[in-house]
Every structure is written in C-alpha cells, then in structure tokens.
C-alpha cells in the first residue's frame, strides 16, 4: 500500500513538473519591420514557429522571410530579391538564445527580461541583445520584444536606411 502511494506521489509530483519543463511550441505571433528613414517601408508577417522554455529559459524563433507582406507589391518582390532579403537562397530569418532574468518565469506574472542569443539571416550569424517582456497567465504565455538591426551586418542591401526596428509578440 505504502509503495502504492509513494509511485502516485512520484507520478503526480514528476506530471507538474513536466508540465514547467517541457517546451511551449507556437506558431500564433507576429514579426513586423520598419525602416527608421523612411516610414512607408514596412511589412509584417504572421509566419513564424517558436519554441519557449521557461524552466530553462530558452527561445527559439524562425521566421520565414516570403511571409512578410508589404502594402506595395513591388516593395515586396525587392525585398526577397538577391541583392536584400534573397529568399529563394536563405528562406528564414532565426533566433536561437537563452532568456536573462533573476525570476522564475514559471509563475503567474509580467516579466521585464533581457533576451540573448544569436540572429541568422542571409546566412550570417551575429549575437544580439534585446529587452523583451514575458506574460505569464494560466492559460498562456505571451512573449514580446523590440530590437534595432543594421542591414549591413548582414550583408542586406537597405535603400531605405541602413536600421531596421524588428517587433516580435508570440503566444504560447
């Protein structure tokens, strides 16, 4: 009987903690950009796959680059050309970085957190920092986050100013 109560006890108690440890997976979110110069140069896409860890603290995002979509379709065709985005070569932009916080983000709550980790596109890794902010409630989790990119560390030819702000919202 003892034994019997102590492999539920095990049982129960290993599910809950699973239930923090495991990887959240979503492809609910969205990526939009903007040139900083020129306000009419934006796009946005909700094509994207993510995995959270928050036990672990872990993130991972992958964003394919013919997702976006930008009011003039003309911006659109430049932008997955060879000399900017070139997609038909590099097909998706990725993230792959640990989440910097004190806090145990398995808990119900906001979270202001600073994101690290290494950014690929075009075939070119570069480590990035950003802020980001993380929402904890019992039904999901919503992860946000501001960045400013230089085109040209990543070999990406901008017309239309050499930063680009990059805003990420996912939910999990």
């Given at each position: ?39 009419d140069v ?21 964003v394919p ?82 960045l400013i ?24």
């Amino acid at each position: 009987m003892i034994k019997r109560i102590t492999v539920a006890v095990l049982l129960i108690g290993g599910i809950a903690l699973t239930g923090f440890s495991q990887d959240k997976v979503s492809n609910s979110g969205s990526v939009k950009f903007k040139s900083l110069v020129k306000k009419d140069v934006k796009a946005e896409s909700q094509s994207l796959t993510s995995k959270i860890n928050l036990l672990e603290k872990t993130l991972v995002v992958s964003v394919p680059v013919q997702g976006f979509e930008f009011k003039f379709g003309m911006m659109q065709k430049k932008f997955n050309a060879e000399k900017v985005m070139n997609s038909s070569a590099y097909p998706k932009a990725k993230f792959k970085g640990k989440i910097i916080s004190d806090k145990v983000l398995t808990k119900t709550g906001s979270y202001d957190v600073k994101v690290k980790g290494e950014i690929t596109m075009k075939g070119i890794t570069k480590t990035i920092s950003s802020d980001g902010k993380i929402v904890v409630s019992e039904s999901k989790v919503v992860a946000t986050s501001t960045l400013i990119l230089h085109g040209s560390d990543f070999g990406i030819d901008l017309k239309y100013g050499k930063e680009i702000e990059i805003s990420l919202t996912i939910e999990y």
